[in-house]
Every structure is written in structure tokens, then in C-alpha cells.
């Protein structure tokens, strides 16, 4: 299973950007995938996730961020709008598959929001 995260560059806050994550390896419809980002000197936080039946967020991106899935394409995505500074992070997917009890991280994906 291979998870392969793109989408990150740098932009001015308000701006937005659309995060992908290709998942190679297994079929993406059955299963939960997220999105997490650590910014320089935190800890990696969760932002989003979906599942087969339902989505979630953080607060701190509630209302700005959509997380969807293309399951033909076994792709997720991440649309990032009203973009901040403190958005400014690396981002990661992750995949979780359920009955093995086992994460797959993809590489991160590098998201700078100026002032």
C-alpha cells in the first residue's frame, strides 16, 4: 500500500489550494483516510477525515477545508479555502484499514501560507 500526498505550494492568506493523495495498493472505498499536518516546532495534528459514511474536522479548519474522495480515481482530496498563516505545515494522508488494525502514511506535502 502506497500512499503519494501533492498539491502543497506557497500562497498569500485568503488563497486556496487543493491537496491530493493517490493510494495505490488497495481499494480506497472500504476504508478511512485522513488528512494531518505538523507545522515547524508542533506536533502533527489531525485536520480531516472520511470514511465510507461520514466526514470530520478540526475546528480550526471548519467551514474552510473539504475533505472528498474520488474511489474510482482512489483518490482523496483535500480543498483548502480562506487560507491562513497558521495553515502553514506539512501535510500528510493517512490510510486506515480497519480490520488489520494498520496506518499507511503517505509522504507530506509542504503548505506555506504568507501574510
Known amino acids: 500500500v502506497q500512499l503519494q500526498a501533492s498539491g502543497g505550494g506557497l500562497v498569500q492568506a485568503g488563497a486556496s489550494l487543493r491537496l491530493s493523495c493517490a493510494v495505490s495498493?488497495?481499494?480506497?472505498?472500504?476504508?478511512?483516510i485522513g488528512w494531518f499536518r505538523q507545522a515547524p516546532g508542533k506536533e502533527r495534528e489531525g485536520v480531516s477525515c472520511?470514511?465510507?459514511?461520514?466526514?470530520h474536522y478540526a475546528d480550526s479548519v471548519k467551514g474552510r477545508f473539504t475533505i472528498s474522495r474520488d474511489n474510482a480515481k482512489n483518490t482523496v482530496y483535500l480543498q483548502m479555502n480562506s487560507l491562513k498563516p497558521e495553515d502553514t505545515a506539512v501535510y500528510y494522508c493517512?490510510?486506515?484499514?480497519?480490520?488489520?488494525?494498520?496506518?499507511?502514511w503517505g509522504n507530506g506535502t509542504l503548505v506555506t501560507v504568507s501574510s
Open positions: 495498493g488497495v481499494s480506497l472505498g472500504y476504508y478511512a
Open positions: 493517512r490510510l486506515y484499514i480497519a480490520h488489520r488494525e494498520i496506518y499507511y
Open positions: 472520511i470514511s465510507p459514511s461520514d466526514s
